[in-house]
């Protein structure tokens, strides 16, 4: 036993002994600190987008009753198979602590195919602001480190992987499919592009099982994100500093002749500087600007900032910025504006294990009770004789909903007829089967985008002929 106990003592001291020789104590301090914020975060209340992942997860993999099928499904997958070991709520930190401990990673990797120092980099990166949307949402991190070895591996084959990967980590990172023409090497953008294609057949097929649709869930978060997207941001320039700040101070340096003299043009920053304009462009094109939408900013702030400070290197600021880093993102923590769930988990209750909508059909869901989201009024008063219960969170007034007030605390009113009672069942219908039902209308998608987009456009170039 003293031999066998000895070895396993020798085996943790090499494999803590490799792990210190690719990071710096400092890089594993802030490590540790930042995914601690984070974890933090996460137990301070309920995320509308988090959430939606969690619950996609058990749908998938655990028989669950919430789908929404925009959502793109590799968080959820994670979070899904963590399922079969960890009640939901645990994996959900589990996701979290396997995010941040990834996003090292491929910081790492990115900064070894650039030549530049890892610990560096990686502070750097995570801004007070990239720590507060870091996992908040679910995949803002997790995308980032998929998209830092797609960068990191541009040159070789299996980048297509990772830019499959990314792509279903965050639809939005589309943008960056342009990115590999400049292989500049036709039988590596094919073989790419192929790679990249093959990695998504899995989440086609589910779809195409499922709904009879191959292009179901990126159907759905087009109708949802550019086809319907009804409301809208002004464009706020200050936007583009916030979340690389303090990093971005630091660029200030090529201001002096000196700095730039020392810092060479290269075919990375070809990439870099093509990478950071497809993500600037798609935000400043979209209708709805969230701040978060700039996360993936994060990688020219921190890439150029290393640069720099191969020049600069002065260690007091270095570790005054990552104290600046932890300190501020800690205190954008303590505001975080996550939900508290006492009165989803309460209207839960109230609804006696019958089926439900609510205008906040996601948060009652999580809570445990199925809930279709609130459509109008005739299908309120459809469903509500039907057994089904309506939950609203804005007070008697808000809806007008002709049934018995079945209970109304302040917090939460419910509707329904107590002598029925609608079995729950799965809330799992596609966002444009919703907009279907809300409008009296029979869309597919194809036959939404040919009329809105086509139909009136051939119909005008007919009466201009």
Not at 147 to 171: E, H, M, V
Not at 397 to 413: H, K, M, Q, W
Request: aromatic content about 16%; hydrophobic content about 40%.
């Amino acid at each position: 036993m003293e031999i066998e106990t000895e070895k396993i003592e020798e085996r943790v001291k090499e494999y803590s002994g490799g792990i210190r020789e690719r990071y710096t104590d400092l890089t594993l301090v802030f490590f540790l600190l930042a995914t601690g914020l984070m974890l933090y975060q996460h137990s301070t209340g309920w995320s509308w987008d988090f959430n939606t992942y969690s619950m996609i997860g058990e749908y998938i993999f655990h028989s669950g009753f919430y789908m929404e099928w925009l959502r793109p499904p590799l968080a959820s997958t994670a979070m899904g198979l963590l399922q079969y070991i960890f009640t939901r709520k645990i994996s959900e930190y589990v996701f979290i602590g396997l995010t941040s401990a990834f996003f090292l990673y491929g910081s790492r990797k990115f900064s070894e195919s650039f030549d530049l120092e890892p610990d560096k980099f990686y502070i750097f990166a995570l801004t007070p602001a990239v720590i507060f949307f870091s996992t908040m949402n679910g995949t803002e991190m997790l995308s980032l480190a998929f998209a830092l070895l797609f960068l990191a591996d541009f040159q070789k084959t299996r980048s297509g992987l990772w830019l499959g990967l990314t792509f279903l980590t965050r639809y939005n990172f589309g943008v960056l499919i342009p990115l590999i023409l400049l292989q500049r090497d036709l039988k590596k953008i094919v073989k790419t592009g192929i790679i990249s294609g093959l990695t998504l057949v899995p989440w086609l097929l589910y779809n195409y099982i499922q709904t009879g649709n191959p292009l179901t869930s990126f159907g759905n978060f087009l109708m949802l994100n550019v086809f319907l997207r009804y409301t809208s941001t002004a464009l706020n320039p200050h936007n583009l500093l916030i979340m690389t700040l303090p990093t971005a101070a630091i660029l200030l340096a090529y201001l002096k002749p000196e700095i730039r003299e020392k810092i060479n043009f290269s075919r990375e920053d070809v990439l870099i500087i093509s990478y950071s304009g497809l993500v600037t462009l798609s935000y400043l094109t979209a209708d709805y600007r969230s701040l978060r939408y700039l996360y993936p900013l994060t990688v020219p702030a921190a890439f150029y900032a290393s640069k720099t400070w191969t020049i600069v290197d002065r260690e007091k600021i270095f570790y005054m910025l990552a104290a600046v880093n932890l300190v501020v993102g800690g205190l954008g923590l303590g505001i975080s504006g996550l939900t508290p769930p006492g009165k989803y988990l309460d209207s839960a209750d109230a609804v006696n294990g019958c089926m439900a909508e609510s205008e906040y059909w996601l948060m009652t869901n999580y809570a445990g009770a199925p809930t279709r989201p609130v459509s109008n009024e005739n299908i309120t008063m459809e469903r509500l004789q039907d057994g089904y219960r309506s939950i609203s969170f804005k007070g008697p007034d808000y809806r007008n909903v002709s049934a018995p007030v079945l209970e109304d605390n302040g917090r939460f009113t419910v509707y329904g007829y107590s002598e029925l009672c609608k079995k729950p069942g799965k809330a799992d219908r596609t966002y444009l089967e919703g907009f279907n039902e809300r409008n009296n209308l029979n869309y597919t998608f194809l036959g939404y985008i040919y009329d809105r987009f086509i139909k009136e456009k051939l119909e005008a170039l007919g009466q201009w002929k």
